[in-house]
């Protein structure tokens, strides 16, 4: 990866300097070989860039930023992504951040991040979506990939689960899913459990990709060709697992400790957020919910589509008070349906106000992850939006699949 | 911090008519050694330990003291962490707020002359929003 | 001398008056020399690292977002020194330091707090608003005691 060309990301940011936080953003970009540049603005269009563009924001360098955003928009400074960003809890900013990250969305084809931070972000918090931004910027033609061929193995190792699957011209052959205790252990464990029910030996695999937490360690213990976060890599298995390849769609993944919105085009994340307030969002709430109700994961949504959330008031939106109005809601005497339906729509209704205000939603609403095959959750995301959700076949694997096929990238190099 | 080599760094502003900014490198070159000055758009970077900056910048500012504005900087001309050339893309934020400021200099410029000459200043009239009922008028008698 | 804080905090016109008429004006740059040279600390470009926005608590509730507490860490002690003030209202656009509304007013409001001489002018939209200006500042500053406070 070294020998690949650096990335130039502008930095479109207001007091980033002053919050402690600019030499965690260097630091992170150094990392993924990346450069942070202050685009070089028309001086002159300062003292009216509020009009032009049309927010006529009280602070400064609101319209400092403005103006940055215009100019790699228009060409006067060249650069190969854009990392937007300004405080959290500014409602100043949060305005401007959001409808510049629009309009260089809208007017052009650089990728772009938005991020608001506390003194307390750090490079580790960056580094998937940084990661992502690169990708983007500089492995176009990788993302362009639309067929699996050869035969390759994907590892998608998550915080609570590994999988594995192994391709074979386009189709998959095997597969593994197992919980993640040891790193390197569930990744072998679930490479097993694919290699083993697809009949081939390791040594025949021509190429291995690797996502997801662990992705680094077990991409290394396995020599991956290619070690990759899960933007990129989920939003390519999604479309293609839905067999959405062109044109735009919108990716949920509800993964076990954090969600990504991601809304993409032609198989390329565009705009993307990643995160949840509290684990509430997550599948580590459905997982709980199911433990306090007696039943296994897998009966969760079976369960959850024959209740009525609106009998039991819940707010996941942090997993203690989540779990607290649980166990309330039981006391009272709630039926279980009830609960789990409730509960679902709580993770869904996270994701709709902490993330789905910062991405474009464009139909179709691809939800992939775990929770995916829990019923009760695109239910409930259906009707909060008020769009259909599809779910593609095998959507637990998405991390997986989207390895195999983009590291079939490498068969043929 | 080394209180003994304290370095600093000023800014220099001519907005005058009489002396040019080589004028003022040229009489940081007669004056002192200890001394680096860089030229900018705006005006002349001088660096050096803070007794000698103190005592040139006043030297320049004497040429035409109505005309010439310094202040101290925070960064040394170069900085890697501040330097553009360095760190790539456009100016640093502070660049736009001097620019500002060096284009109303000439009207500073002219006020202390004035000051200097005992010149009252002129009476200032602020307009004020005009009365609701008055634009109610307007616009009626524009209908 | 008296010691004055300017506002904008990081105005050539200001800090070159205040000082022309004998005093020291307390400004952003001097502050941020302090920063970028202090020992042992590396967070290019301003040495302002997540300790700031920390300090900046004595100024800000903790929900005030973290770039204008980061600023106040530096702004508030100089607030807290100065002997007098000048603030110009409706300054032209200011950036960096002085980039933040929410900081700008929060320094502004801090400084009229102060039982101190302040000195409130707007900025000149021409010639003669200029002068007036000028008059206003240079009155201001003669007014203030040229020699050392004990």
């Known amino acids: 990866m070294s020998t690949e060309k650096q990335v130039k990301v502008a930095l479109v940011s207001c007091g980033s300097e002053y919050a402690g936080v600019q030499g965690e953003l260097e630091k992170v970009t150094a990392s993924v070989n990346a450069k942070l540049i202050f685009p070089e603005i028309d001086i002159a269009s300062l003292d009216t860039i509020g009009r032009d563009f049309g927010i006529e924001a009280a602070s400064p360098d609101l319209r400092l930023m403005m103006a940055r955003a215009r100019a790699v928009v228009e060409g006067i400074t060249d650069v190969d992504g854009v990392f937007i960003t300004s405080c959290f809890r500014c409602a100043e900013a949060a305005i401007v951040r959001n409808e510049v990250r629009r309009y260089i969305n809208r007017h052009s084809n650089i990728p772009v991040i938005s991020y608001s931070f506390t003194e307390r972000t750090t490079a580790a918090t960056l580094m998937t979506r940084m990661e992502a931004l690169t990708t983007i910027a500089r492995r176009k033609h990788l993302l362009a990939r639309e067929r699996q061929s050869g035969l390759t193995a994907g590892i998608d190792s998550g915080s609570t689960t590994t999988k594995a699957v192994i391709m074979k011209d386009d189709k998959i052959i095997g597969q593994g899913w197992v919980p993640t205790i040891k790193v390197i252990d569930s990744a072998t464990e679930a490479f097993n459990h694919a290699l083993e029910e697809a009949g081939v030996k390791a040594e025949e695999i021509q190429a291995i990709g690797t996502t997801g937490y662990g992705r680094f360690l077990v991409g290394e213990h396995f020599k991956a060709q290619l070690i990759q976060e899960e933007i990129t890599v989920n939003s390519k298995g999604a479309v293609y697992l839905a067999d959405r390849q062109k044109g735009p769609a919108t990716v949920i993944d509800i993964g076990g400790m954090d969600n990504k919105a991601i809304s993409v085009t032609d198989g390329i994340p565009g705009m993307f957020t990643m995160g949840g307030i509290c684990a509430g969002a997550s599948g580590r709430f459905l997982d709980m919910t199911a433990k306090r109700l007696g039943v296994d994961i897998t009966e969760l949504g079976a369960l959850a589509v024959k209740g009525m959330q609106e009998n039991v008031e819940m707010n996941s939106y942090c997993i203690v008070f989540g779990i607290q109005s649980l166990v309330n809601s039981l006391a009272k005497g709630s039926r279980p349906e009830d609960v789990a339906a409730a509960a679902c729509h709580s993770v869904v209704e996270q994701i709709f106000e902490q993330q789905l205000q910062e991405v474009d939603v464009k139909e179709p609403l691809i939800l992939v992850g775990g929770s995916s095959l829990i019923e009760g959750v695109p239910k409930a995301l259906s009707r909060l939006l008020k769009i259909d959700v599809l779910v593609p076949p095998n959507s637990h694997l998405i991390g997986a699949v989207g390895s195999a096929l983009l590291a079939s990238g490498f068969v043929e190099e | 911090m080394n209180n003994e080599e304290d370095i600093i760094t000023k800014i220099v502003v001519i907005s005058s008519d009489s002396v040019l900014p080589i004028d003022a490198a040229m009489k940081v070159y007669e004056s002192e050694n200890s001394i680096t000055i860089k030229e900018t758009c705006f005006g002349t970077m001088v660096t050096g330990p803070r007794a000698s900056v103190n005592r040139v910048v006043e030297e320049i500012r004497a040429m035409d003291k109505n005309h010439i504005f310094v202040k101290e900087r925070g960064f040394s001309p170069g900085d890697e962490r501040r330097c553009r050339a360095v760190r790539g893309g456009g100016p640093r934020p502070g660049f736009h707020y001097l620019r500002e400021e060096v284009q109303m200099l000439p009207i500073i410029g002219k006020a202390l002359d004035a000051y200097d000459r005992h010149i009252p200043p002129a009476e200032i009239h602020h307009k004020e929003k005009i009365d609701v009922s008055k634009l109610k008028d307007i616009i009626e008698s524009n209908l | ?150």
């Open chain 3, 1 to 150: 001398m008296v010691k004055v804080i300017i506002y904008p905090i990081n105005s050539l016109i200001l800090s070159d008056l205040v000082e022309r008429f004998g005093h020291k004006p307390l400004a952003m740059m001097e502050k941020i020399k302090e920063k970028i040279n202090t020992v042992g600390v590396d967070s290019p470009p301003l040495n302002i690292t997540s300790e700031e926005p920390k300090m900046g608590l004595k100024y800000a509730a903790v929900e005030v977002p973290a770039g204008v507490r980061g600023r106040m860490a530096i702004v508030g002690p100089m607030i807290d020194e100065a002997e007098a003030a000048i603030i110009v209202n409706d300054a032209s656009m200011a950036f960096g330091c002085m980039g933040c509304a929410r900081t700008n007013e929060l320094t502004k409001y801090l400084i009229r707090q102060r039982d101190i001489p302040i000195l409130e002018v707007d900025y000149p939209r021409s010639e003669e608003e200029g002068m007036d200006f000028v008059y206003k500042i240079a009155n201001f500053l003669k007014s203030l005691p040229l020699e050392e406070k004990q």
